[in-house]
């Protein structure tokens, strides 16, 4: 079975702060690991793919198989990122595709 | 632009009663899915479809039912709404592969 975790239901940082938004995952072979944003009153959203190595908005997250981890880190966080965050995986050959819990995340001024 | 449309954005039901849900895709998508959203919860997965006629459980799929006659529509039926069953509903597509899922504004069921 999959599962994917985020273990904070809530960060806050004040801005210019550095930012981490933790997610470790389960899945026995190859996952597809994502990370969605939810801003408010707005549709669910990408924010950026393990596949791309691509940094979106100033975040990236780096697939660490080892620890089972794809956290997403900000060097210096802004009030427009206040959302919420999620992590999902895609996996196996029908594609199911699980999210995480999410993460609220609260950017000080 | 891929757009995912969900036939309702608020509804309110009765308990007991029948509830149908459906979602639209126009990228010609062959996955489609259905979450549901609950605060402290996420998105836990109800159904997913990979193509026509062809659906698989999800995490969740305790009172819920789906149907795919056609590839761009995906419905969920509540057959008896019970009041636990009051949520966001979020529709997403997907063509599959390293694709990203594309969501849909999401409809709000309360079940009195």
């Known amino acids: 079975a999959q599962r994917v975790t985020q273990p904070e239901k809530l960060l806050s940082v004040f801005k210019g702060a550095p930012v981490e938004l933790k997610c470790n995952y389960s899945y026995s072979g190859s996952p597809e690991l994502f990370w969605y944003v939810q801003y408010s009153r707005q549709r669910l959203q990408l924010l950026l793919r393990?596949?791309s190595r691509e940094s979106i908005k100033g975040f990236t997250a780096d697939l660490n198989k080892g620890e089972t981890s794809f956290h997403l880190k900000k060097p210096f966080a802004q009030e427009e990122d206040s959302a919420m965050y999620y992590c999902a995986l895609a996996s196996g050959g029908y594609q199911k595709v699980t999210f995480g819990i999410g993460t609220k995340l609260q950017v000080i001024p | 632009d891929v757009k995912v449309t969900q036939s309702s954005r608020y509804l309110v039901k009765r308990t007991g009663e029948k509830v149908f849900l459906e979602c639209v895709q126009d990228m010609d998508h062959e996955n489609m899915f259905w979450y549901r959203q609950d605060p402290g919860l996420g998105l836990r997965l109800i159904y997913f479809s990979y193509d026509v006629k062809m659906k698989e459980k999800g995490d969740i799929p305790e009172g819920y039912s789906v149907s795919r006659e056609k590839k761009e529509r995906f419905s969920l039926i509540l057959e008896s709404a019970s009041t636990n069953q009051t949520s966001m509903y979020l529709c997403?597509?997907?063509?599959?592969?390293?694709?990203?899922?594309?969501f849909g504004p999401g409809t709000r069921l309360t079940v009195l």
């Open positions: 997403a597509s997907r063509q599959g592969g390293w694709d990203t899922q594309y």
């Open positions: 393990h596949i």
